[in-house]
């Protein structure tokens, strides 16, 4: 059993940033991938990003803005959001996929607003 629970999210100004923490707990092995999907109202959930071995993707939408990262001795995974825009606005999931199952947090609201 995987549980994930993320934090981090919040309101914030156009260019600023925000950055979000997905705690993992139970059977979590470093070499599966971790990420972050969001989901924004009226649209479909669309992948941001994902790091695995090392390897990082991101969605062009955010490459170079945002950062992945993920401290294996926490199994935590972190998304740093810089240069955030209204188009961010979206709640963020974070997962752990052990090639198997897909495990997910609840959520977290991000809002770029002014």
């Known amino acids: 059993q995987v549980q994930l629970v993320e934090s981090g999210g919040g309101l914030v100004q156009p260019g600023g940033s925000l950055r979000l923490s997905c705690a993992a707990s139970?059977?979590?092995?470093?070499?599966?991938?971790m990420g972050w999907y969001r989901q924004a109202p009226g649209k479909e959930r669309e992948a941001v990003s994902r790091?695995?071995?090392?390897?990082?993707v991101y969605t062009d939408s955010v490459k170079d803005r945002f950062t992945i990262s993920r401290d294996n001795a926490k199994n935590t995974v972190y998304l740093q959001m810089n240069s955030l825009k209204p188009e961010d606005t979206a709640v963020y999931y974070c997962?752990?996929?052990?090639?198997?199952?897909?495990?997910w947090g609840q959520g977290t609201q991000v809002t770029v607003s002014s």
């Open positions: 997962y752990y996929d052990n090639w198997t199952s897909k495990y």
């Open positions: 790091i695995s071995n090392g390897y990082h």
């Open positions: 139970g059977s979590i092995l470093r070499f599966h991938p």
